[in-house]
């Protein structure tokens, strides 16, 4: 690729992305356990309730379970794109180009569908720090992913 001077910006942006992909996915997999252990129980015997959801989160509000589902498939394909894009970065030829945009641009998707959720989340109040922090690595990561994106497709010129 001619422009080599876009390659470091790219490995920054996805070292940073890496991180933040890799807190998220940990943070939804604790609010995942906390939900498993600490959700509804009932009873043997007794039948569940008609409007049952099995996404109920006792932390958090109605938004909540979303969230935190779409958070964590958006962290591991964002993870997994990273160890794409690391190959590109190393390689910084067209040839690894399609596997890293293809793959980040997949993960972008997702973290954008996470990312509405977090505002959905962040109108209807009533969450926890843990979720406050995931709910802002979520809406950065989705500027810092496009921004990624961008800084690949620079170095074709």
């Known amino acids: ?16 992305n890496l991180c933040m992909y890799v807190i998220v996915a940990a943070v939804g997999g604790w609010a995942i ?34 969230f935190v589902i779409f ?22 030829s067209t040839e690894s180009l399609p596997a890293a945009a293809s793959a980040g641009f997949i993960a972008w998707t ?12 962040i109108e209807l109040h009533g969450r926890n720090a843990r979720l406050i922090c995931m709910e802002s690595f979520t809406i950065i990561l989705s500027a810092t992913q496009l921004f990624y994106l961008l800084a690949i497709h620079g170095g074709l010129r």
Not at 71 to 92: E, F, K, P
Not at 113 to 119: K, Y
């Open 1 to 16: 690729m001619a422009n080599a001077g876009m390659k470091p910006v790219a490995g920054l942006l996805l070292v940073l």
């Open 33 to 66: 356990n906390h939900a498993i252990n600490y959700g509804f129980f009932i009873g043997t015997g007794l039948h569940l309730p008609a409007h049952f959801s099995p996404i109920n989160f006792p932390i958090g509000n109605a938004a909540t379970g979303f």
């Open 110 to 121: 997702l973290t954008l569908l996470a990312m509405g959720l977090a505002v959905k989340e």
């Open 71 to 92: 958070a964590v498939i958006a962290g591991v394909v964002g993870a997994g794109s990273a160890l794409a894009g690391l190959n590109h970065v190393r390689a910084w």
